[in-house]
């Protein structure tokens, strides 16, 4: 599924939480890669990517 989102991409920046010690294995496996692909796009269009 893709969804778009609008933004202003001269303001906008990608905040990624690290919740390594709260979130479940079995999540993990299934939002790793969507985290990646938002992290690799953001970069593409050089976008700041934050961790917490």
């Known amino acids: 599924m893709s969804t778009s989102i609008p933004y ?3 303001s906008a920046a990608l ?3 690290d919740m390594q ?3 479940r294995k079995d999540l993990a496996n299934k939002i790793i890669p969507n985290v990646k692909s938002i992290i690799k796009t953001c ?3 050089d976008i700041p990517v934050l961790w917490t």
């Open 15 to 17: 905040l990624v939480i």
């Open 21 to 23: 010690k709260f979130i």
């Open 8 to 10: 202003n991409p001269e």
């Open 43 to 45: 970069h593409e269009k």
